[in-house]
């Protein structure tokens, strides 16, 4: 059997730069310099970075009340504020840790709130619980809220979505320059959208290790190790990052490490993390000798189509050609394409209650999967944060017999 792969060193690195991250951001709120932009997290962050914004993503503060299981305390206050317990756990969370006055920011680094936001950048190709949760900080602190209407539900990315979406991307400039009192240069975005398509090339080969057999990570490392992808794609630092672990992974396969001792079965995770129960699914997987290789989610930061020669189309089109923006069609081949790359041998679906965006198993997806590709499927209920709408038995009962149905489908 092979050997279990101990903690992957580089991750070391991440939690340093993720620091330096999160206290620059303080730093500047406080300072009142460089002015701070709040972004989604396929906003054109590329854009704010070349107009000399420090960029904060709320929604990975949401996966940190989540992961920490703050989120439980939260939620509830900003349902009591009317924000309903069915939609996005990201924003009910992080909403209700702001009227608490809590973050998560305070124990890992010190930081008693979150950045002072000077504007906020949405783009609603993921959905548009992102524009309403802007839109209340942008009354809160009396900040404009601008951003991009994206089409939904796109089968082929046309060429008059790319320029529609462009268009808008480049309307907020007049606003950044207001804001942060700089003027735009088209080099330094450029420059930008160049450093981000260099980390996205490195992202996708990381990912690829899981293609690996046996898998040398999984979707549990995965969701840890593309911090820097989420929050730093547009700065050197993530390139370097990713530099470093590569070479870390280089070696790591070269020993034959395998991220799941005695790897006997692999599957595919469509949907959201459920943050506060990785480390519980994680060593269930493990006691299974499962390896959950890949995911859409952790997919989702790949961007092929940036372009330095052509910063806001391509902008515009590596957002318009995200897998959540696409039509049932494209994600269902897109899912049997990756199942295949992966050498997955069935998927689960996680049904996220507050999620619908992120969530495929709703139309018929998974019997379909069944039906025309003989893949077995799974689906499990739960919530990216909201662990009110997750059961660890239910889980995990589900998940051991999913597994033991491959076994018998192999034997
Ligand atoms: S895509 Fe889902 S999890 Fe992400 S912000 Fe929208 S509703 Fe929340």
Known sequence: MPEAAPPIATVKLMKKLMADHFLGLDQAAKAGSPKVAWCTSVGPAELLHAMGFDVYFPENHGAMLGATRMASNTIPTANAAGYSPDICSYLTADVGAFLQGVTPLTKAYGIETVPKPDVLVFNTNQCRDVQDWFEWYGRHYKVPVIGVRTQRGVGEVEESMVADVASQIEATVPTLEAVSG??????????????????????????????????????????????????????????????????????????????????????????????????????????????????????????????????????????????????????????????????????????????????????AMPQRFLEMHGIPTLVINGDLNDLRCFSDEQAKTNLEAFVEQIEELAA
């Open 182 to 363: 700089n003027k735009f240069d088209i080099d330094r975005l450029r420059e930008t959208v160049d450093l981000s398509k260099q980390c996205t090339v490195m992202w996708k080969k990381v990912l690829e290790y899981g293609a690996k057999t046996p898998a040398q990570l999984t979707f549990f490392d995965h969701t840890i190790i593309m911090a820097p992808a989420v929050v730093l794609r547009g700065k050197p630092e993530a390139i370097s990052f990713y530099e470093t672990l590569l070479a870390e992974l280089i070696q790591r396969d070269e020993q034959g490490l395998a991220a799941v001792p005695g790897e006997s079965f692999r599957l595919y995770w469509d949907g959201m993390p459920v943050w506060g129960r990785l480390r519980m699914l994680g060593d269930l997987m493990n006691s299974l000798h499962t390896a959950i290789v890949a995911s859409t989610y952790c997919n989702s930061w790949i961007f092929d189509a940036f372009d330095a020669a052509d910063p806001f189309s391509s902008m515009a089109r590596a957002y318009l050609e995200l897998f959540i923006v696409r039509d049932e069609a494209f994600k269902e081949q897109y899912i049997l394409d990756h199942v295949n790359l992966y050498g997955a041998d069935g998927i689960v679906f996680h049904d996220a209650k507050t999620c619908p965006n992120n969530s495929n198993n709703r139309y």
